[in-house]
């Protein structure tokens, strides 16, 4: 297994909830805080492209694409990681340029990287010309791949180290490329992860257990589809309501798209879970203040 090169700040904080925890009727509630792991905002994706930078050096890489949403965390994340290893990148985004940059297309701005807007061509397609055109290295989608998942097997294990009874708590998780699932699952076991859906991708399940070939059937994963809504870019009511619970209770903000979507899940009680819970914190904050709805 390559070593990864160091990108974050660990063990991130487990920070207890208890005025959260009380309304959810829950014995104890902690916030595993990936948000708060230092590069460029923070957010989960750093654990992943640890190993996936890593690779690209080794390989001789000088520049790095990848691709996403305007307001992707893990194209903003790419661009820090670019940034702190001394690389080129260049981010391919879905849809027509903005009248404004605001969010994480702001920082993407400050960290110096190159934006290609897809339009309406395929992402995938769109990459793979880019990429040849520049030698790059492709990051896929969301950081995700059966290499990168080593990551969130660090996180458990963090978990481990931070809570020894851990073994009797659930994981709650969102749940977008699949990746920070599958190494939760892996380091602790599919009865404890759940995973809220969000939309990212067609078929959850099958992204989780493709990651894991041989551990786990898809079956035995635990994933919650309540608060997809009309998609992935949209905002329900669920959502926004989570979003101010959590600041008004623990003065902790989330984002619209995973972590408000987990915490809406773990509010309306749309799965069975026991009395003591972890909720993974994996950041997205600067996307708030480009979500079209807010």
């Not at 654990?47 to 690209?56: E, G, I, S, V, W």
Request: aromatic fraction near 4%.
């Amino acid at each position: 297994m390559i070593t990864p090169v160091p990108l974050g700040t660990w063990p991130t904080p487990l920070e207890a909830a208890p005025r959260l925890a009380a309304r959810l009727g829950l014995a104890e509630l902690w916030f595993k805080r990936d948000d708060l792991n230092g590069l460029g905002g923070g957010g989960n994706k750093i654990r992943k492209l640890q190993y996936t930078c890593a690779q690209a050096i080794a390989d001789g890489a000088t520049t790095l694409i990848t691709s996403g949403a305007p307001q992707s965390n893990h194209a903003r994340l790419t661009a820090a990681a670019a940034a702190r290893l001394g690389l080129s990148c260049v981010l391919v985004l879905a849809g027509p340029p903005p009248e404004s940059r605001r969010g994480n297309l702001l920082l993407d701005g400050l960290a110096g990287t190159e934006i290609v807007w897809a339009g309406d061509g395929p992402l995938a397609e769109v990459v793979a010309v880019e990429a040849e055109r520049r030698s790059a290295y492709i990051i896929p989608f969301g950081g995700t791949s059966p290499a990168s998942i080593q990551g969130y097997v660090d996180c458990g294990r963090e978990l481990r180290a931070q809570l020894p009874t851990v073994d009797g708590v659930e994981v709650v998780a969102a749940l977008g490329s699949g990746g920070t699932m599958a190494g939760l699952v892996r380091e602790l076991g599919a009865q404890r992860v759940i995973g809220v859906d969000v939309g990212a991708v067609p078929d959850p399940r099958a992204t989780v257990a493709g990651l894991l070939v041989g551990e786990v059937e898809p079956d035995a994963l635990r994933i919650d589809g309540t608060q997809v809504g009309a998609g992935y870019r949209t905002l329900t009511d669920a959502v926004r309501a989570a979003l101010e619970v959590t600041a008004r209770t623990e003065g902790v903000f989330l984002d619209p798209t995973y972590t408000g979507r987990a915490m809406a899940a773990l509010l309306a009680g749309s799965f069975p879970r026991g009395d003591r819970v972890v909720f993974l914190h994996s950041g997205g904050l600067p996307g708030l203040f480009g979500h079209p709805a807010l």
